[in-house]
Each structure stands twice: as structure tokens, then as C-alpha cells.
């Protein structure tokens, strides 16, 4: 067999294994599929509500999931949804007492948590954060993982698991750092970064 053989046996035998690698991952991916928007180039209508907003950007509630506490944190049946976890750096976080939304306006667990987020995406890192918080009356805990998808498309998907429910929210294929403003308005870019907002 002489050279332009060999090459095109090499060629040939480097498509199969692509094609059998792209039918092995199709059927059993790493990661669960991304929550989008059906139509993103929907405009939303002029009194869109935070929850229809939410539902139109393909967010999710599971309502009446089994849940119970490990830890500090909230979690349910398959909370990691197949991941295999010991890829991830993972990272537990809580507030050691109940805040009001004002209270939280400087809340140390809030800083590290974004942190361990940021720092996760720049340097391409596999994160899983569990991150609970809780009000006077409420507690709900976040399972964040900042992950490539099956297509190698950097992410952060997060779910958060309340007592009654589970909130998937739309998954975010872009990070940046803003200083924070008031609770109820988006932060204001930090100009030296230049980089992919979550």
C-alpha cells in the first residue's frame, strides 16, 4: 500500500470514529440540553408580567418535586441530572441567618458566590455552586453549573429548589462582571473586562 493509501485509510478510520463519537453522544450526552426560547425573536408584548417574561424565555416550574435537606442545601431526585459531579469543583454556600432584600445589598455569601461563578467562566472551569439563601419566611437553595455543553459551548445553568417547587431558569451562554446597583436594576458594566451576562 503505498503512501496516498495509508493517508486515506488514516482519513477514513478518523471519520468512522467521529461519526460513531457524534451517534454515542447524541444518544447519551453529559449534560442535560439547554433551556431556551422557542423564538427568541418574539418581541415580548408591552405588559409582559416577570413570570410570563420568564416562561416565554423557555424558564420551567416543576411544581410538587420530593425534596428534602442535605446539609444546609435543598435538594431533589437527580438534582445534578446525570452530570457526573466529580468533574465539577463544587462549592457550598449559605446564609447563616435570614435576610430581608435590603440585608442582602452587602452580603458576603452573595460576593463569593459570584465569584466562584466568575472566576469558574474565565478560566473555562467546570463549577458546580450550591448557593441557599433564605428570607423571613422562605428558603430555597441553587444548584448552579458553569459547564461546556455536549458541544463544547461554554454555560451556566442554573436550578433552584424551593420546598414546593423547582425553577429551571433559562440557561445563560454569557458572563459579565457588573457593579451591583440597586436590587431591582441590572448592574453597571466594568469596563475593564472585556468578555462575554448572566
Not at 8 to 18: D, N, P, Y
Not at 32 to 61: V, W
Not at 158 to 169: A, Q
Request: hydrophobic content about 35%; some cysteine; overall charge positive.
Amino acid at each position: 500500500m503505498g503512501r496516498a493509501g495509508i493517508v486515506a485509510a488514516g482519513v477514513f478510520v478518523a471519520l468512522m470514529l467521529i461519526a460513531l463519537g457524534v451517534e454515542y453522544f447524541g444518544k447519551h450526552p453529559s449534560v442535560p440540553p439547554p433551556i431556551e426560547a422557542r423564538d427568541c425573536l418574539t418581541p415580548p408584548p408591552p405588559d409582559e408580567t416577570s413570570n410570563a417574561h420568564f416562561a416565554r424565555q423557555g424558564g420551567r416550574i416543576t411544581p410538587y418535586p420530593k425534596v428534602w435537606k442535605e446539609s444546609t442545601a435543598y435538594t431533589t431526585i437527580d438534582v445534578a441530572q446525570g452530570r457526573n459531579l466529580s468533574r465539577y469543583d463544587k462549592f457550598e454556600l449559605a446564609d447563616p441567618e435570614p435576610k430581608t432584600v435590603a440585608a442582602r445589598w452587602h452580603d458576603p455569601v452573595l460576593a463569593q458566590a459570584r465569584t466562584f461563578i466568575w472566576e469558574h467562566w474565565r478560566d473555562r472551569k467546570r463549577g458546580y455552586l450550591l448557593l441557599t439563601l433564605s428570607s423571613v419566611d422562605h428558603t430555597s437553595t441553587s444548584h448552579v453549573f458553569i459547564e461546556p455543553d455536549d458541544s463544547r459551548r461554554w454555560r451556566v445553568y442554573w436550578r433552584t429548589v424551593h420546598r414546593r417547587e423547582i425553577v429551571d431558569s433559562p440557561t445563560a451562554y454569557s458572563v459579565k462582571w457588573v457593579i451591583p446597583r440597586e436590587w431591582d436594576k441590572p448592574g453597571t458594566p466594568f469596563q475593564r473586562v472585556r468578555c462575554p451576562i448572566l
